[in-house]
Nanobody
Framework: QVQLVESGGGLVQPGGSLRLSCAAS????????MRWYRQAPGKQRDWVAT???????DYVDSVKGRFTISRDNAKNTAYLQMNSLKPEDTAVYYC?????????????WGQGTQVTVSS
């Protein structure tokens, strides 16, 4: 059984920073790409950032220069450093990972962590 658990969300003022974590646990042989998504109230879930197993990164245009995705392979954990936060960044942030559990590659989702940017 594999689980992804996000943490680090909260309430922050515009211009502030937060660091989200996504920890994978369970029967894990290998993790391929790890991604962050977000879903604002009444909207669809949108992709935010990706980091490959080799460390290559990609971002949606709206967060480039403000957000940084990273990972610690020894800890099976991904991070999302969010700086210069704006009210439009308010959303539930979800982690997604492609994990080999010994039989096949499967995609897993965390339960989400709320980020609210407001004064």
């Amino acid at each position: 059984q594999v689980q992804l658990v996000e943490s680090g969300g909260g309430l922050v003022q515009p211009g502030g920073s937060l660091r989200l974590s996504c920890a994978a646990s369970g029967s894990i042989f290998k993790i391929n790409a790890m991604r962050w998504y977000r879903q604002a109230p009444g909207k669809q879930r949108d992709w935010v950032a990706t980091i490959t197993a080799g460390g290559s990164t990609d971002y949606v245009d709206s967060v480039k220069g403000r957000f940084t995705i990273s990972r610690d392979n020894a800890k099976n954990t991904a991070y999302l450093q969010m700086n210069s936060l704006k009210p439009e960044d308010t959303a539930v942030y979800y982690c997604n990972a492609e994990i080999w559990g010994g039989r096949s590659w499967l995609g897993y989702w965390g339960q989400g962590t709320q980020v609210t940017v407001s004064s």
